[in-house]
């Protein structure tokens, strides 16, 4: 199995930063790809920011030049960087990672971490 621990999420003021963390463990060699979501409540969840093995990233068009998603492959660990935060950004924020590990493909998500933009 593989597990992910989220941290980092908290009460910012507008225009302020946060940088989440994902933690990977278990039963995992690599990331192969990882993305992080986030659902605001009476809102479906959305995709905000994804990376791929080859470290290509795509963005929401409204974190787009605001967020940035990476990741540190030695410590099976993906980022978000939430820069110039808005109130709309508030939401309860998801990692998902897709990872190999024992010659098996598994998708996983994080336990979730709020993230609040007071206004």
């Known amino acids: 199995q593989v597990q992910l621990v989220e941290s980092g999420g908290g009460l910012v003021q507008p225009g302020g930063s946060l940088r989440l963390s994902c933690a990977a463990s278990?039963?995992?060699?690599?990331?192969?790809?990882a993305a992080w979501y986030r659902q605001a409540p009476g809102k479906e969840r959305e995709l905000v920011a994804e990376?791929?093995?080859?470290?290509?990233?795509n963005y929401a068009s409204s974190v787009k030049g605001r967020f940035t998603i990476s990741r540190d492959n030695a410590k099976n660990t993906v980022y978000l960087q939430m820069n110039s935060l808005k109130p709309e950004d508030t939401a309860v924020y998801y990692c998902n990672v897709g990872s190999w590990g024992g010659l098996r493909y598994s998708v996983t998500w994080g336990q979730g971490t709020q993230v609040t933009v007071s206004s």
């Open positions: 278990g039963s995992i060699v690599s990331i192969y790809s």
């Open positions: 990376i791929t093995r080859g470290d290509n990233t």
